[in-house]
């Protein structure tokens, strides 16, 4: 299996620190609103990779974190009038429906920044006693001269860096190029006591520390869109690296972004979209399946034509499943033909390509286009004339290929109506109030297979159609 990796600027082999087990750190969303179809793009495309990895047999811990301390959380605090816990709180639970709707695996771990503030202040003290960070007034920052390999992800060169960054001169700082590890407390924002003072962590320091608790030193694979290589993940080598003396991880994957209509997303614009604004019209599994169509590195354009495109072709993979399935049940009752046998030896040809795409730099466009193959040929030789032992083989041949890149097409649309939904929501709570955990869960997983997902608030509970 070859990855791209970006550290190294080329495709390698994939060997894992640790034979047959996976340690891999996505970076998350900065949690102010709802995410937007942007960064929806890393948590299909970082789910299906792992979901791959999976399928191969490893064993993947998978940890993402939650930026829920920054400008922009306070910003929104401060309009709404309420503390910056209720905004992040609230975004997280957005977030985490979201990537429910777009069938993500839940992460191993989905730290925050709020509940791991001991570490990070530990690992900035590290940073200082090692003589890689200085203190200037309640600043912390790090020397980005001390670090040798400062530069070595992006490709840039600090010198030509510090010349661009002269332009906006800050007298504490050593070197233009140095970065914020932790800044001192502002009226009106959320602090944390430290040995440099009451304050507030920069942003950087949080990913190599949630890294380094829930994965260790040295991770194999760090993950997050292309605009996180410079500063961000350069910062997060240099952080690691000086602070742990180790390389902090063998490989880089970073995914292109999602354009709108071929321009840039952005507010100003007016082309900004929140998922859960689109996935109103458009279900989730199409943008699911719309953010497979392309290879992960390429950019993507989003737009309405696109995406009814990304549609019609998840239709044809769900049409034939049904047919197939109508077969399974309708079919005839007899031992498999010879013929039978000898089109399901063939079909190993769709999986190989499947895999063959997916090693190469988990090529989910062509992993696609090898579906689509299974399902023409399958189009072409199931029929009502076909048994039920060959209909249910070739069924769960191209659901197990579906499955590894998420995408379910036998799951039904909800149907549900909303009095049967309140019903056994009142059940559930029965249960609970009879402290029957185990028949809450049941309930709790019938409605979700119903397509509904529900939430408990101190309000009472919310439900929503994924
Ligand atoms: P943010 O909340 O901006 O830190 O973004 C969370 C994740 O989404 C990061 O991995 C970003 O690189 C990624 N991301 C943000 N905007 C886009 C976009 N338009 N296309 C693809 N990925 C994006
Ligand atoms: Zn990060």
Redesign the pocket.
């Known amino acids: 299996m070859k990855l791209y990796n970006t550290l190294t600027r080329k495709k390698e082999e994939f060997v894992p620190l640790e034979e047959n087990k996976v340690k891999m750190y996505?970076?998350?969303?900065?949690?102010y609103d709802y995410?937007?179809?942007?960064?929806?793009?890393?948590?299909v495309i970082f789910d299906t990779i792992r979901r791959y990895l999976e399928y191969k047999g490893y064993e993947v811990n998978y940890v993402q974190n939650f930026?829920d301390v920054d400008d922009k959380i306070i910003k929104r605090a401060i309009e709404e009038n309420v503390s910056a816990k209720e905004i992040s709180d609230r975004y997280v639970a957005e977030a985490l429906k979201d990537a429910y709707g777009l069938n993500v695996e839940p992460a191993t771990k989905n730290p925050r920044v709020t509940e791991e503030m001991p570490h990070i202040i530990e690992m900035i003290k590290i940073l200082v006693e090692k003589g890689f960070a200085y203190e200037v007034n309640g600043t912390v920052y790090f020397n980005t001269k001390s670090f040798d390999g400062y530069g070595k992800l992006s490709g840039k060169n600090i010198d030509d860096l510090e010349v661009g960054a002269r332009i906006e001169v800050n007298k504490e700082k050593k070197n233009p190029m140095d970065f914020v590890l932790w800044k001192p407390f502002k009226p009106g924002e959320p602090k944390w006591d430290s040995p440099w003072g009451e304050g507030r962590p920069g942003w950087h320091i949080e990913c190599s520390v949630m890294a380094k608790i829930y994965l260790g030193d040295t991770i194999d694979i760090h993950?997050?869109?292309?605009?996180?290589i410079f500063p961000h993940h350069e910062n997060e080598i240099a952080q690691s690296e000086a602070a742990n003396g180790k390389q902090f991880s063998k490989y880089w994957l970073?995914?292109?972004?999602?354009?709108v209509d071929n321009e840039?997303?952005s507010k100003s614009k007016g082309n900004f979209f929140t998922l859960r604004e689109i996935a109103k019209e458009i279900p989730y599994e199409v943008i699911r399946f719309f953010i497979l169509n392309g290879h992960y590195r390429s950019p993507i354009n989003f737009s309405r034509e696109l995406m009814e495109a990304a549609g019609n072709g998840l239709d044809r993979i769900k049409n034939c499943v049904k047919d197939i399935k109508f077969i399974t049940l309708n079919g005839k009752d007899s031992k498999l033909s010879e013929n039978e046998q000898k089109l399901i030896s063939e079909c190993v040809k769709f999986k190989n390509r499947f895999e063959e795409s997916m090693d190469d730099d988990f090529n989910t466009a062509d992993a696609v286009s090898a579906i689509f193959e299974f399902v023409k040929f399958a189009n072409v030789n199931i029929g009502t004339e076909s048994t039920r032992e060959f209909a249910d083989i070739i069924l769960s041949k191209i659901i197990e290929l579906c499955d590894i890149l998420g995408i379910e097409p036998l799951k039904e649309e909800a149907v549900a109506d909303t009095g049967e939904i309140e019903k056994l929501i009142e059940k559930r709570q029965l249960a609970k109030k009879e402290k029957n955990w185990a028949e809450a869960d049941r309930i709790r997983d019938e409605l979700s297979e119903m397509g509904i997902l529900i939430e408990d608030t101190r309000a009472g509970v919310r439900w929503s159609r994924k």
């Open positions: 996505v970076c998350g969303p900065t949690v995410i937007h179809i942007g960064n929806a793009r890393p948590y930026t993950a997050g869109g292309e605009d996180l970073h995914n292109g972004f999602i354009n840039k997303m």
